[in-house]
Nanobody, 124 residues
Framework: QVQLVQSGGGLVQAGGSLRLSCAASGRTSSTYPMGWFRQAPGKEREFVAGISKSGASVYYVDFVKGRFTISRDNAKNTVYLQMNSLKPEDTAVYYC?????????????????WGQGTQVTVSS
């Protein structure tokens, strides 16, 4: 069992930056590929970025490439999402997730554990 606790987020102006953190407890995050998802009001939850167990492999969806960076510190059992050049359309509740598979996955149903979600609001 893994518990994921998120922190970070908040309100920022367009062009600004935020960093989200996702700390794991229980069976540590070092054994799990991780992903970040987001859900905007009235929309379905969508994949944003994924990272392998070691952190050597990462993946981003096109709309965040070059702006967001996913990373992990396995010694701290924490995964991060650094978000730069934020846009109003990035406004959403962001979730971290862990899966028991070999690598990250873009599909929501592939993840076993979820953080509580954190609100990110970008004003224009």
């Amino acid at each position: 069992q893994v518990q994921l606790v998120q922190s970070g987020g908040g309100l920022v102006q367009a062009g600004g930056s935020l960093r989200l953190s996702c700390a794991a407890s229980g069976r540590t995050s070092s054994t799990y590929p991780m992903g970040w998802f987001r859900q905007a009001p009235g929309k379905e939850r969508e994949f944003v970025a994924g990272i392998s167990k070691s952190g050597a492999s990462v993946y981003y969806v096109d709309f965040v490439k070059g702006r967001f960076t996913i990373s992990r510190d396995n010694a701290k059992n924490t995964v991060y999402l650094q978000m730069n050049s934020l846009k109003p359309e990035d406004t959403a509740v962001y979730y971290c997730a862990a899966r028991g598979g070999i690598n990250y996955n873009t599909r929501i149903e592939e993840y076993d554990y979820w953080g509580q979600g954190t609100q990110v609001t970008v004003s224009s």
